[in-house]
């Protein structure tokens, strides 16, 4: 069970690293969000192998789960606003970079 | 009927209220008619409260009848009512102010009648009787205080009534900075007074006082120091050395305020405060020698002062403060009842003169330099006349009202029981110079502006015509005034005369009871020995009873250091040498030079050059001042403007505002609006925790 467990890890270490590394280095802003997402689904990945090892053989027990889903729906209301933005942005410009919009105003 | 004595205070306060009001929509007939009706009834009520004060105190142990009003300032020990005082003193007073008050508005009506601010005047003048009145009748020295306030802002509020005229605004703020200075004082000996008696009410004052003072538990300092804040306050008000350049600035008010404020009533106010408080300044010998000194000093610099003046009323304002000198020599020398006596007559000659002066200048047409007058006799007898009866008076000639007050101050003077060696003789030469000196300057402002040939400027005599008399509401204060002059003196006629005199024993239970000599004994008691005591021979008392008896003998028998034989030979004499001197300063050296003789005056002031510029420039005070207190004032506080508050203040304020300024700055660049570089703090705060966290 171990191995699973520590796999699991191992996995959401592997992608919130390259969700965290694309942030950094994208410049298109849906690219930035598709990171931001990852990095989302590296912690859930790693609420449910937590659950997973804390409560052993007890299947009723679902707390991980539990702020997975919390998470899951909160980055969907995350993705309405985001995305909102992004459109806007371009109806206002026709290239996006995320670098160009540097100030609030004007 | 003394219950309703609150009266007298509220009838010229509903005048000055309804005027202030109304005055703007009234006709100018109606708002002086009620003002000077509203005094009128002031005085109505003055005068009814005299003789029901009278019947009272006819079977009452008590002098004071006191009458409170209503609870005012209760906290803790500091207990205060409106309360009014009716003892002689004040009655006294409050008849003073509100009968010449009373003649003054009337006067006004005619004297007024060309002005705009006409309502207004009216509202500023019954607002000054209410608080005058309040003055003299409070109970205590708070209630006081608000009058001795009151009439202050009156006055400013007059003497700048003309206020179009910057010159006259000045003059106004000048008299009541001056009046500051010396309010502060009123207040700190009030401080004094109630920290040691705990006290403010001065029946209540006076009730423990002697107790008080016998137990000793009162360190000697004390009535000094409360008799000296006080009378610093009455520098201020009565206009003394070194306060008194507010007064004859204070002339740049309309004539009548001239004569109701500045002669006969709100000067006076400081005598006032010293006759009603005299056990406080009876009980602090020095305090009186240096009053005594004072007021001399301040008679004889104002008078000399007087004698080259050229504006009419110059010349008066420093008739007053000479005169006022006069009332506090007698303060000093502990003859309060003469120094009373001193104020009532010099409030009916002193208003008339000032009241003469107005029709004068009204017939003048605001002229006021007597070098440009001369032979107005004929043209206003009426005036003429009034003018000369007081002129006598003031000067001191038999038997007006002038000469009984100022030979009863010089008699005192001269007898004077004082453990300060040869006092009495210097300031009685002092006060016979300066009686001299008044008969010569009252003389030549007489005879330069009703005698001799008219030296009318040609500007008039083109203009207009010829002087004229003043109306009949200006003629008619100025022959009650007159006649009051003429015949005022009568109420203290001299011991020589074995007359009844009316005003010693009136006013002697507020001034001088019973409660006084006592502490005049204990004085006694503790300067038992000393030199001037013994050459009187009332120095041996042996215990308190004794010392108030041989106090009350003193009073009766104390002699002169010229002596003539009996006392009563020697008073005689002393009140003939005044009366010569007096009239040889006015009919043998005043009328020959400024009637006949006019072009000796020019060789007079050449011959005298430094004493005569000296005079005219009123002995260089104001420069002096100006030197000494005005320019270093207003250099430190250019001073405390440029350093302490322009580099300090500011620098404070302006260091807050910089330091931030470059906080910001220094943050400024962390804030560089790319997204990844606010995933990068992130990431390196998350970093920098995590390792933080596992090194731990």
């Known amino acids: 069970m171990i191995p699973l467990v520590s796999n699991s890890l191992i996995l959401s270490a592997v992608l919130f690293t390259i969700g965290v590394v694309g942030v950094m280095i994208h410049r298109h802003p849906v690219m930035i969000f598709m990171c931001v997402e990852l990095m989302l689904n590296a912690a859930n990945l790693s609420l449910v192998a937590f659950n997973k090892q804390h409560y052993a053989e007890n299947w009723h027990a679902v707390d991980g789960q539990v702020y997975a889903f919390m998470v899951i729906a909160i980055a969907a209301a995350e993705v309405a606003v985001g995305l909102a933005i992004i459109v806007s942005l371009f109806k206002r410009r026709a290239r996006v970079d995320v670098d160009e919009v540097n100030q609030l105003r004007n | ?696």
């Open chain 2, 1 to 696: 009927m003394l219950q309703y004595v609150w009266l007298t205070i509220a009838f010229p306060l509903v005048g000055a209220l309804v005027n202030g009001l109304f005055g703007q929509r009234m006709s100018k007939k109606a708002s002086g008619t009620l003002g000077s009706a509203m005094v009128f009834l002031s005085f109505l009520t003055a005068l009814a409260s005299y003789f029901s004060y009278k019947s009272w105190a006819a079977g009452s142990d008590s002098p004071y009848f006191e009458l409170t009003l209503w609870p005012w300032i209760h906290v803790g020990q500091l207990q205060i009512d409106a309360a009014l005082l009716i003892d002689p003193l004040s009655t006294t007073m409050m008849l003073l102010i509100t009968g010449v008050g009373f003649l003054i508005h009337l006067y006004s009506t005619g004297y007024m009648s060309h002005d705009k601010g006409y309502s207004r005047f009216f509202v500023y003048l019954n607002l000054f009787i209410a608080m005058m009145l309040i003055l003299v009748l409070g109970n205590n020295l708070a209630l006081m205080f608000v009058g001795w306030e009151g009439v202050g802002l009156c006055s400013y509020l007059l003497i700048g009534f003309w206020y179009q005229d910057m010159y006259n605004a000045k003059c106004g703020m000048k008299a009541f900075v001056v009046n500051r200075i010396g309010d502060f004082g009123v207040l700190l000996g009030a401080f004094i007074l109630f920290w040691n008696f705990n006290t403010l009410s001065f029946t209540e004052l006076f009730g423990n006082f002697s107790s008080v003072m016998n137990s000793a538990t009162i360190e000697s300092w004390v009535p000094l120091a409360a008799a000296l804040l006080l009378f610093l306050g009455a520098t201020g008000k009565s206009a003394q050395l070194p306060l008194h350049i507010w007064l004859p600035d204070a002339m740049a008010g309309p004539t009548p305020v001239s004569a109701l404020i500045h002669a006969a009533t709100m000067v006076t106010a400081g005598v006032y405060m010293v006759c009603r408080l005299n056990p406080v300044f009876t009980a602090a010998p020095t305090a009186g020698f240096i009053i005594a000194c004072v007021g001399a000093a301040t008679a004889f610099i104002a008078a000399t002062i007087a004698l080259t003046q050229n504006d009419i009323k110059k010349v008066l304002a420093y008739s007053t403060v000479s005169q006022l000198g006069f009332m506090f020599l007698a303060c000093g020398v502990g003859a309060y009842w003469v120094a009373m006596f001193h104020v009532l007559t010099h409030a009916f000659f002193k208003a008339c003169l000032f009241l003469g002066s107005g029709s004068v200048i009204h017939a003048m047409h605001e002229e006021q330099d007597t070098r440009v007058m001369g032979g107005l006799a004929k043209y206003m007898p009426l005036t003429y006349w009034t003018f000369l009866i007081s002129t006598l008076a003031i000067a001191g000639i038999v038997p007006l009202s002038g000469f009984f007050s100022k030979d009863e101050i010089l008699w005192r003077v001269a007898t004077w029981q004082t453990q300060f060696g040869s006092a009495p003789m210097i300031l009685w030469f002092v006060a016979i110079a300066t009686a001299f000196m008044t008969a010569f300057y009252m003389g030549r402002v007489f005879f330069k502006t009703f005698l001799g040939k008219p030296r009318w400027t040609k500007h008039y005599v083109e203009h207009h015509h010829h002087p004229h008399e003043s109306p009949r509401s200006m003629t008619f204060p100025l022959v009650v005034l007159a006649t009051l002059a003429a015949i005022g003196g009568f109420m203290g006629l001299p011991h020589f005369t074995h007359a009844p005199n009316f005003l010693e024993p009136w006013l002697a239970a507020s001034t001088g009871g019973e409660e006084q000599l006592n502490i005049v004994g204990r004085i006694g008691l503790e300067e038992h020995g000393s030199a001037a005591h013994d050459d009187h021979g009332t120095a041996a008392h042996d215990d308190h009873g004794a010392a108030a008896g041989h106090a009350e003998d003193a009073a009766a028998h104390h002699e002169a250091f010229v002596s003539f034989g009996s006392t009563e030979t020697t008073e005689i004499i002393f009140a003939l040498v005044s009366v010569a001197l007096a009239a040889f300063a006015l009919l043998g050296l005043a009328m020959p030079l400024y009637t006949k003789r006019f072009g000796a005056t020019e060789k007079l002031h050449t011959s005298l050059g430094p004493l005569y510029r000296l005079s005219l420039n009123k002995w260089y005070i104001d420069e002096l001042y100006h030197y000494l207190i005005v320019i270093p004032g207003t250099a430190l506080a250019y001073g405390c403007w440029r350093v302490f508050d322009m580099k300090f203040i500011d620098g404070i304020v302006n260091g807050v505002g910089n330091v931030l300024g470059w906080l910001g700055h220094g943050v400024r660049p962390f804030q560089t609006g790319f997204v990844r570089n606010y995933a990068m703090y992130l990431l390196l705060g998350a970093v920098v925790y995590l390792a933080l966290s596992l090194l731990k």
